[in-house]
């Protein structure tokens, strides 16, 4: 049984912004989860808004990372990647009549058939004795009944989806059991696993992308495969190799897959 303290709250502007000013405050915090019912600032990755949804899981988790190699840190992001998708994809065990596609878009969108229901943002902290720590956001648009307009990409919910509400606490819990132990994993030296875990679910490896630069230029290249720091590498029509790293792009794919059943 994983072991980390829980906390349900109603209303804050952003349960990463809040697990960030408890950790800063603090002489050193345990692994803790923290569910809000509702975010009046949700963050999502470059600098973007993270719209609510009704019914949505509004989840960060605060993992120590005293202990892990410092190298193998940014893996810590493809972990709750992991780990968002396997809890999304057990839910589907449930359902016998579906044969929905889930998987992660790199680096850590989680999509159901193309559509995207879960978003991550990973985030460092420290405490008052110097002590580091990564808070790991994650949002998943569980009951919705409808999606807001304007979003950068095409969107889902669960309960679109499946036609039925999901225990979002519950989904959580779940979630957060599989990061704890995917950190123990990442502290006991098993990068190799998770890589190996992360790009068998990985939906973007084997594609054809557009990787889009912070300053706008775009090109074209093939997704091949993840690194051994959780870069995106890929393949430039004249054979040059290029491994992408989150914070400097962002990428579309040129074939897009919606099944609309
Ligand atoms: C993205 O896809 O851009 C990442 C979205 C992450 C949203 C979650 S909701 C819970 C946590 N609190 C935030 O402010 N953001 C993350």
Redesign the pocket.
């Known amino acids: 049984m994983a072991d980390y303290a829980f906390e349900r709250i109603n209303t804050v502007d952003?349960?990463?912004?809040e697990l960030k000013r408890r950790i800063n405050a603090s002489f050193g915090m345990k692994t803790s989860v923290l569910i809000a019912d509702e975010?009046t600032a949700?963050?999502?990755?470059r600098g973007?808004v993270?719209l609510n949804t009704d019914g949505a899981l509004?989840?960060?988790i605060c993992i120590p990372l005293k202990g892990i190699n410092p190298d193998l840190i940014p893996l810590i992001s493809l972990t709750a990647a992991i780990a968002a998708n396997e809890a999304i994809t057990d839910l589907r065990a449930d359902e016998h009549k579906m044969t929905r596609n889930t998987g992660i878009k790199w680096p850590n969108?989680i999509l159901i058939s193309g559509f995207k229901v879960a978003?991550?943002?990973s985030e460092a902290a420290n405490d008052l004795s110097g002590g580091s720590y990564a808070v790991v956001?994650?949002?998943i648009n569980v009951n919705a009944a409808d999606i807001p307009y304007g979003l950068n990409q095409p969107a889902s919910s669960l309960r679109l989806l499946y036609n039925r509400d999901f225990d979002r606490i519950s989904l959580g819990l779940r979630i957060a059991d599989c990061l704890t132990e995917l950190a123990d994993m990442l502290k006991a030296g098993c990068d190799k696993t998770i890589i190996k875990l992360y790009s068998d679910n990985c939906i973007t490896l084997g594609r054809a992308v557009e990787v889009i630069r912070n300053d706008g230029s775009r090109y074209e290249a093939e997704a091949v495969e993840i690194d051994s720091i959780g870069r995106l590498i890929v393949s430039h029509e004249d054979g040059n190799i290029e491994a992408i790293d989150s914070a400097d792009v962002s990428i579309r794919w040129l074939t897009e897959e919606r099944q609309e059943n």
């Open positions: 952003s349960t990463n912004t975010q949700g963050r999502g990755r973007r993270w509004l989840m960060s969108d978003g991550i943002l956001g994650i949002g």
